[in-house]
């Protein structure tokens, strides 16, 4: 009568040995797709990875990975991971409340449909990303479901802002090594 | 390095005490919003509750409730809670996996946005819905996001049907029972 979703050990102690803040957002975006490729070359879960920073400071709150097979959830996509986690941490459901900095969500591929739509409840105020919908489908497969189409304006209208293909070559060569591999692609496809 | 949201001690009691199944699909929209009121009479969460079935023989895999703020996890929704739990229980991330009957997802409200995205991902082929997002907005003040302006056919599109305004009125009736006490409305709303 409970659900869990755990990080990989790998990962605890990746989050472990990153530094305290990162200043630059091309820099949270690297560290990010390391953890996206860790993540594949690990086997422990799809080639996504998010985290949660403080935006002015760059204050790592938390960094998750995909977990959807290992974990047996299939919400348990990297970010829904990275603010669990992030808002279990800070004891609070909402990131954006009164009092708090700033947080930013950094994730190395749009969101699809589901995390999009948990972007407002999170209380992010930012959201950087790195590869587009369209090339997560077309390098690996995955399926980014029914995303509203003015999905950008949608964030904006709620004070969310989003910056877009920030490092989105190195992401993509995450994805062509998961193409290459033979890592399952799971999605709404796979039951039909 | 983790997150765990759990169902409050009253829920587990009550999963216990529901029949292995409910035949029909009233029946089982019956239980659910019986579960959205003891949430909000409880304490334990918004008003909201879903459970996942097997279709056709009714079998109750699991039944959640929304724990937003107790489990500090803005997607702890309702949906989410019942499918994780659900998908944990028979250790698979995918309900329409293979060999496995037909999964429904029957709640007391329209999925928000997120929950809307998570439907594909989780495998079930079948939802069942009791009052509409236009209904819930209206009566608690509840946010219920940028969902696909095309929502039905977007799950259908994807083999999953629809079944709307199950028990509405009971449903819309917690939801009145909700906004005269004073529990908090937490959406994308309440941090800007």
Chains 1, 2 share one sequence.
């Not at 803040?21 to 996206?36: C, G, L, Q, T, Y």
């Not at 690990?42 to 080639?47: I, L, M, S, V």
């Not at 990875?49 to 002015?56: I, L, M, N, S, Y």
Request: hydrophobic share 40%; glycine share 8%.
């Amino acid at each position: 009568m409970e659900f869990r979703v755990t990080l990989p050990d790998w990962a605890i102690a990746e989050n472990e040995r990153l530094p305290d803040a990162i200043v630059d957002v091309e820099n949270r975006m690297r560290a990010i797709i390391r953890f996206s490729r860790l993540n594949l070359e690990h086997q422990t879960g799809g080639p996504f990875a998010a985290g949660v920073f403080e935006k002015d400071s760059g204050k790592v709150v938390a960094v998750g990975v995909n977990r959807v097979v290992p974990a047996s959830v299939s919400s348990a996509h990297a970010e829904i991971v990275a603010i669990s986690i992030a808002q279990q941490k800070l004891e609070t459901f909402d990131l954006g409340g009164p009092d708090m900095p700033d947080h930013q969500l950094v994730v190395n591929g749009r969101p699809c449909a589901m995390c999009f739509g948990s972007i407002p409840w999170s209380g992010v105020r930012s959201v950087v990303i790195a590869a587009s919908g369209e090339q997560i489908e077309a390098l690996t497969g995955f399926d980014e479901g029914p995303i509203h189409p003015a999905w950008r304006s949608e964030l904006h209208k709620r004070g969310i802002e989003v910056t877009e293909d920030v490092l989105a070559n190195e992401a993509c060569d995450i994805f062509r090594q998961f193409a290459a591999s033979d890592r399952p692609v799971y999605n709404g496809r796979s039951g039909s």
